[in-house]
């Protein structure tokens, strides 16, 4: 069966500060990828999703970048953090192929805060 | 460009009565759509979709939702809600054809003993 790993569970970091969220999938290969940060504990604002090894699309401009360096392994990062990248951080994998229904699951989350 | 809207912030029902979770949405194309369940502190967790075929689409834990194309509806039900029910919930669309999906705001289900 597939499962999804997310680390840390939480992370407290202050501001200006690197970033580094891991998130891997296993049981399946050639994944779709996504990245998701939920705030407040409401909305899903996607940040990046990926099709393939060094695919990344990127879906609003800020100061966090992913990475694809395997094909079940999606990374987040931020060379400075803001304040306003507090939140709840989702990896998500769906089956790859070409059509859109398939459903997503998600990893367990991060919690980030920014002090 | 595709969307999706809960009108509802949060929904109060009694242990036992049916609920409903309510959801529209706007595509292009022909919609996938899809119901996901979130608890506290926890990743969502897929309830069901609807790709084509039956309007009627049943799902996990008793759910199921009916797909109405003259409304662009896509509403949650369960003919008897449990208190373990009480969580966030979220609609969600895809326009056929593309990976990015568009999740609603989320409704909070609160079943009441």
């Known amino acids: 069966s597939q499962t999804i790993h997310q680390w840390p569970a939480t992370l407290v970091q202050p501001v200006g500060s690197p970033l580094s969220l891991e998130c891997t999938v296993e049981?399946?290969?050639?994944?779709?990828l996504y990245w998701y940060r939920q705030a407040a504990g409401r909305g899903l604002q996607l940040l990046f999703y990926?099709?393939?090894?060094?695919?990344i699309s990127s879906e609003v401009p800020q100061n966090l970048s992913a990475s694809r360096p395997q094909d079940r392994q999606f990374i987040l990062s931020s060379k400075k953090l803001l304040l306003s990248d507090s939140g709840f951080y989702l990896c998500?994998?769906?089956?790859?192929?070409?059509?859109?229904?398939?459903?997503?699951?998600f990893g367990p989350g991060t919690r980030l805060t920014v002090l | 460009a595709q969307s999706v809207a809960q009108p509802e912030d949060q929904v109060n029902v009694a242990e036992g009565n049916p609920l409903t979770v309510k959801c529209t949405y706007s595509v292009s194309g022909n919609p996938y759509l899809f119901w996901y369940v979130q608890y506290p502190n926890r990743g969502l967790q897929f309830l069901l979709k609807y790709i084509t075929g039956d309007n009627l689409v049943k799902g996990s834990y008793g759910f199921e939702a009916e797909f109405n194309k003259s409304q662009t509806s896509f509403h949650l039900k369960k003919p008897s809600a449990l208190v373990s029910d009480s969580a966030l919930y979220f609609c969600a669309v895809r326009d056929g054809g593309y990976q990015k999906v568009t999740f609603g705001t989320g409704t909070k289900l609160q079943v009441i003993p």
């Open positions: 049981g399946t290969s050639n994944p779709n």
């Open positions: 998500a994998w769906s089956t790859g192929t070409s059509k859109g229904y398939n459903e997503q699951f």
């Open positions: 990926s099709v393939g090894i060094g695919q």
